[in-house]
């Protein structure tokens, strides 16, 4: 094994490791012994950077909320804040079932107290959010207040339309992860979206302009789906042609 000092790389490496190993096995296979070996770096290369398990996972979490975050800056802004909030609700989406432990691991869900110490403290006890975390949410929390100052909504705090449309957005898609929508053709534009909607017009919105922008954000998240699932083939195609 290489020692830390031999990669000036090696706490990205660890990170990443870390990572692959939640990916393919959970959080359990989530050890100082087993990330290290997946890095080709020695064991004390987790204390050495992190100082434990613990701070490695809280790294972990504050990568997803940075990949999280680069999926939020890539959709889209329009001049209609619905649409906008819808399609990042749909990314979000998106990235919870392509990263489902990782997304467990960032809200401290499937390891809740199990491995970091942040995740067992009382909301009492600590109140700080990462800075990844918020740049994530600030994403959120700026559609938010386009929201209020477009005068779609009643005049409100954006902070609390935020926790509001998080705490929907989350809770479906830890239900989705659960299995609990099998039974919906499209669980996303059946039963996300329309209560995003739901929420924003129980804040005076218009009901067929909020339901139009959701439309709008449907039909580019499925182009979206579309085009990724296109391109792939594409350069198979062209693999083969070059042959």
Same mark, same amino acid.
């Given at each position: ?18 990572? @692959?190993?939640? #990916? ?45 975050? #680069? ?13 906008? /909030?819808?399609?990042?609700? /749909? ?13 467990? /691991? ?31 949410? *600030? ?26 449309? &998080? ?53 580019? &998240? ?6 990724? *699932? ?9 693999? @083969?042609?070059?042959?």
């Amino acid at each position: 094994m290489a020692t830390d000092r031999t990669f000036p790389d090696a706490r990205t490496r660890l990170v990443e490791a870390a990572i @692959r190993l939640l #990916a393919a096995n959970g959080p359990s296979e989530v050890k100082a012994r087993s990330v290290s070996s997946e890095a080709g770096l020695s064991t004390m290369g987790v204390y050495t950077y992190f100082g434990g398990v613990p701070e490695l996972l809280q790294a972990v979490a504050d990568e997803g909320f940075g990949r999280q975050a #680069a999926i939020f800056a890539r959709v889209a802004i329009t001049d209609d804040p619905m649409t906008d /909030l819808c399609a990042m609700a /749909l990314a979000c989406r998106d990235f919870a079932r392509c990263n489902p432990h990782l997304y467990d /691991l960032m809200f401290g869900l499937s390891i809740h107290g199990r491995y970091s110490p942040s995740r067992g403290t009382p909301a009492s006890e600590s109140k700080e959010r990462s800075a990844a975390f918020t740049a994530s949410y *600030s994403y959120l929390l700026r559609e938010c207040a386009r929201l209020v100052d477009t005068n779609c909504v009643r005049k409100i705090d954006p902070d609390l339309i935020a926790a509001q449309l &998080w705490s929907t957005l989350h809770g479906f898609i830890m239900l989705e992860l659960g299995g609990y929508f099998v039974a919906f053709a499209d669980p996303a534009s059946e039963v996300l979206v329309p209560m995003c909607v739901n929420l924003i017009v129980g804040l005076d919105a218009d009901r067929k302009s909020a339901e139009s922008s959701a439309a709008a954000a449907i039909a580019g &998240w499925a182009s979206s789906l579309g085009a990724r *699932s296109v391109a792939p083939r594409s350069r198979k195609a062209r693999a @083969r042609s070059a042959s």
